[in-house]
């Protein structure tokens, strides 16, 4: 079973900036891809950022491209969403999702494991 933790969110004003981490517990193979989901109440789930693990490859939303931004450490299984220009309609419960076997595209049941979650809150 993987352990997935997300850490780093919090309350920050418009403009602002803040930088989630998330750690994947570590396994006999690596991630072959880790993303970032976030979920507004009253809202479906929606994909953020994707980085593929070979290759580092990445894909954003047009919602956060420009202002976010993924990044991963490979020897922690760790990725990291640093946000910036944060506007209050990016408040959301941001999750962190591990696929294990590398398909294409933010299908939810493409991501085998995910953590708690962590709330990013912007005022305006």
């Known amino acids: 079973q993987v352990q997935v933790v997300e850490s780093g969110g919090g309350s920050v004003q418009a403009g602002g900036s803040l930088r989630l981490s998330c750690a994947a517990s570590k396994y006999t193979y690596s991630p072959k891809r880790m993303a970032w989901f976030r979920q507004a109440p009253g809202k479906e789930r929606e994909g953020v950022a994707v980085?593929?693990?070979?290759?580092?490859?990445?894909r954003y939303a047009d919602s956060v491209k420009g202002r976010f931004a993924i990044s991963r450490d490979n020897a922690e299984n760790t990725v990291y969403l640093q946000m910036s220009s944060l506007k209050p309609e990016d408040t959301a419960m941001y999750y962190c999702?591990?696929?294990?076997?590398?398909?294409?595209?933010?299908?939810?049941?493409?991501?085998?494991?995910w953590g708690q979650g962590t709330q990013v809150t912007v005022s305006s």
């Open positions: 999702a591990v696929d294990t076997v590398g398909r294409d595209g933010w299908t939810r049941s493409f991501f085998d494991y």
């Open positions: 980085l593929s693990w070979i290759g580092g490859l990445t």
